[in-house]
């Protein structure tokens, strides 16, 4: 439970006590001064109510097969008595008197925790059960004193006639089967947790840290941050932290669910609970104990579960007026047939039915298991909800951004094409561009060395006299030969350059890569283009998108060019480009005002971007800051779980929409019939103990319907439902059209109301988001303007529109 407030711990415990709960302070201290460990995490949640269910049952039976003998077998069947008993009905009252006591001593919590309720004014289900079985008690003790009374006046007609009035069998089998609900509920219940508690177990037990050149053996709790710890081949790593020396493959499916194992080498980060495959790794500690990544992931989950999705505030309202309703209804019951001419029994009967049949916990139970289990679904493979609002929100999406760089694609240039010269083998171009760009420390330096120890031609020569120029490229010497890499401008002013090399170039431009031309001794080598290639599946989780009926836009600080070319390669339905980080949070307000909108991004300058949107996504591999800005992670840092983790969304709240149905119609339904309603018509009739199994039943098939979603395939596109739109596809594009104007002169808040207010007087401009800081206005069109238009609208307030895209 989570709880806001000014009230002490003690006062919030006593509180929940005395509603006829237990409650404790989660990752109190321990001992040992420190957190709780691992262990006693994983006993917290053990299924610990499903054994005491059970031996409740087993005790319950045990009394309550007896007291069905004497009090049905005999009376309906005339099975064989006890001499001492066979005729003496007062005897066979008492029996059942002392039977039913014993059951219901045994399952005295419900009368604890129902009667707590009442006095506290808040009813529960364990109050419907209480009253239920309580007056059937109370009227057959009544009806044993009364049977004693027609025995003393030698009435032995009055004897048999109260002897029918017996209800003890119908009190102890509605505490029965109610226990028998209880007991398959809370064995539902238990399996919800089953992906938390699998997170759990994944968590080392011990660690071997190096202390004074000794290796020791120690409890995860004793590592320390900055501790050195050595890895063996197919030990678990036992805390997040920084590769020292060594080299190995690790398996990090536990975390992210990729069985590919990942190679890891000095300077590389790895975390708690991923496997160490191959070689012997000694590491440094950088996150212990609840920092590492898997104890934010299993916080994670158990804070989701632990939160209140929106949906189940309208079944918190009801249960709140439900019960004290219900008990109303069952008054009303007997009253009216009392009146109607009917016995105290027959009333009674029909009163109690109300009671036992009436299941509120059905309805408190469809929202939080399904959450649960759904939730639990998204950590399995790789997709963390924050809280239960994420899980119910990301599901309404009509809306996604997409951050290009590390999110649409890989976020690391590489080598895509070779132009070589004339002459001039592949070989030799990769070659002398290894020698002079490895002692460069620029991205696309690293991709060209990439590439060439991939392709097997990296070189041991040694370029003398290295320069790099910032912003045009890099010269060494190699012998007598003078090497040139760099821009075309640059590499102009130190070769001649053929129209085949400048023709080719500009089409790597249009296709949004970066082409780095190489010089040696004044003559043009080739070219090589290095671009932030797009992730493979980023083409297919768009279209995914988009068949769910969701409209894609990509954001980027890049130029305009590269933008439309990757947008083009991904499939989106919009390109905004040129819009630095404040810009991203502009356009996420005023896309908000066509729909709801998830941004997904990795990296700090997306933060506020993912703040702003109605759901942040962040890509696991991305940052701290994206991570914790964000409502939903991906740990796989794969686009295609954002799909994934919509779908997910979506059938839970179907799920518990599917919940809320069945629990709403099953009292419709019941409670008329338990009444008695049909009586007059139909003859239908309940007796209290088959209203007592239906109530179990009830909550039982809300849990179970829960587990369902863990057969749901949420990678699974192939069932995906468009959402309607009323407008024409044409009509919702030019609606969704936006616009960045580039502006100069802007220095104020003043300057941003003036610009804001000029565009905004357009018909055509719906809103306009303006930053003196990022220099852009992004404004959001109802219909098509020109740029002509907008540039003059900026421009008669005194500023200067340098362009617009």
Not at 106 to 128: A, C, R, S, Y
Request: net charge negative.
């Amino acid at each position: 439970m989570g709880v806001e407030g000014t009230a002490s711990a003690s006062e919030i415990i006593a509180a929940v006590e005395a509603s006829g709960y237990g409650a404790s302070l989660k990752n109190a201290e321990n001992g040992n001064g420190g957190t709780a460990s691992a262990a006693a995490a994983d006993e917290m949640l053990k299924d610990t109510e499903t054994p005491k269910m059970k031996r409740r049952l087993i005790a319950s039976l045990v009394f309550l097969i007896p007291l069905m003998y004497v009090s049905m077998g005999h009376m309906m069947w005339g099975w064989p008595l006890p001499s001492f008993m066979a005729e003496n009905h007062i005897a066979m009252g008492l029996t059942q008197l002392l039977l039913t006591t014993t059951v219901m001593v045994i399952n005295q919590k419900f009368f604890v925790n129902g009667f707590k309720g009442m006095i506290h004014l808040t009813p529960n289900m364990d109050t419907l059960v209480a009253l239920g079985a309580g007056a059937s008690y109370g009227y057959s003790v009544y009806a044993l004193y009364a049977m004693t009374a027609a025995q003393v006046s030698g009435d032995m007609d009055g004897v048999m006639s109260f002897m029918h009035e017996f209800y003890f069998e119908s009190a102890a089998m509605i505490l029965t089967l109610i226990t028998v609900g209880k007991m398959l509920e809370a064995r539902s219940k238990g399996k919800t947790t089953d992906a938390l508690k699998s997170l759990m177990k994944l968590a080392p037990k011990t660690a071997t840290v190096i202390r004074n050149g000794e290796e020791l053996n120690v409890s995860i709790e004793q590592v320390k941050k900055g501790d050195v710890f050595v890895v063996r081949p197919g030990e678990n790593i036992p805390v997040d932290g920084m590769v020292i020396e060594g080299t190995s493959a690790v398996n990090e499916a536990a975390l992210t669910g990729e069985s590919i194992p990942v190679d890891k080498k000095s300077g590389d980060t790895v975390s708690a609970a991923t496997l160490n495959q191959s070689g012997f790794i000694r590491c440094e500690a950088t996150r212990v104990g609840e920092d590492t990544t898997l104890s934010q992931i299993i916080q994670m989950v158990s804070d989701a579960a632990a939160t209140k999705a929106p949906i189940a505030k309208v079944a918190d309202r009801v249960s709140g007026v439900f019960v004290p309703t219900v008990i109303t209804i069952a008054v009303i019951t007997m009253v009216v047939w009392l009146l109607a001419g009917q016995s105290i029994g027959f009333a009674l009967a029909r009163g109690i039915s109300v009671l036992v049949i009436s299941c509120p916990c059905a309805l408190g139970l469809a929202t939080p298991v399904a959450i649960m289990v759904g939730n639990g679904m998204g950590a399995k493979n790789g997709i963390m909800f924050k809280t239960a609002v994420s899980l119910e929100e990301t599901g309404k999406t009509q809306i996604v951004a997409l951050d290009k760089t590390g999110t649409i694609t890989s976020g690391e240039p590489r080598v895509t094409d070779l132009f070589p010269a004339e002459k001039i083998s592949e070989e030799e171009l990769v070659r002398t561009a290894y020698v002079l760009e490895k002692k460069s420390e620029h991205p696309l330096a690293r991709a060209v060395l990439e590439y060439a120890k991939e392709k097997g031609v990296e070189s041991k020569e040694e370029a003398e006299d290295f320069q790099a120029i910032a912003g045009n490229g890099l010269s060494g010497r190699l012998g007598e030969a003078w090497l040139y890499g760099g821009n075309l401008k640059y590499i102009r002013s130190k070769s001649e350059i053929p129209d085949a090399a400048e023709q080719q170039a500009q089409k790597f431009a249009q296709e949004g890569k970066t082409p780095l031309f190489f010089v040696k001794n004044e003559k043009l080598i080739g070219i090589i283009a290095v671009a932030d290639v797009i992730k493979e599946d980023s083409p297919q989780a768009v279209k995914e998108l988009q068949n769910m009926g969701i409209r894609v836009v990509m954001l980027t600080g890049d130029n305009e060019r590269t933008a439309k070319a990757i947008g083009e390669q991904a499939g989106v339905d919009e390109v905004i480009a040129g819009v630095l980080p404040e810009g991203k949070e502009a356009v996420i307000r005023s896309l908000k005002k066509k729909g709801k909108v998830a941004m997904v991004g990795d990296g700090i300058n997306d933060a506020p971007a993912l703040t702003r949107a109605d759901i942040g996504i962040a890509i696991g591999a991305g940052t701290d800051i994206a991570i914790d800005a964000a409502d939903v992670v991906l740990m796989k840092s794969r686009l295609s779980d954002v799909p994934a983790a919509i779908r997910m969304s979506r059938a839970t709240l179907r799920n518990i929409h599917e919940n809320l149905f069945w629990a709403f119609f099953y009292n419709v339904i019941g409670i008329p019939l338990a009444a008695g309603v049909w009586i007059p018509l139909f003859e239908w009739q309940l007796n209290p103990m088959f209203g007592a199994a239906a109530m179990s039943l009830s909550s039982f098939c809300v849990v179970t319907n829960a587990l369902r979603l863990n057969w749901f395939k949420m990678y699974d596109g192939s069932h995906d439902k468009k959402v309607r739109a009323n407008r024409s596809k044409k009509k919702q594009e030019e609606e969704m059209m936006t616009k960045t104007i580039k502006i100069e002169g802007m220095m104020c808040g003043h300057c941003e109301a003036a610009v804001k207010k000029a565009l905004e007087a357009l018909d055509q401009v719906e809103t306009a988001e303006v930053s003196h800081e990022a220099g852009t206005a992004v404004v959001t069109l109802n219909s098509k303007i020109s740029d002509d238009v907008l540039k003059k609208a900026v421009e008669e307030k005194d500023y200067t529109v340098t362009g617009i895209e």
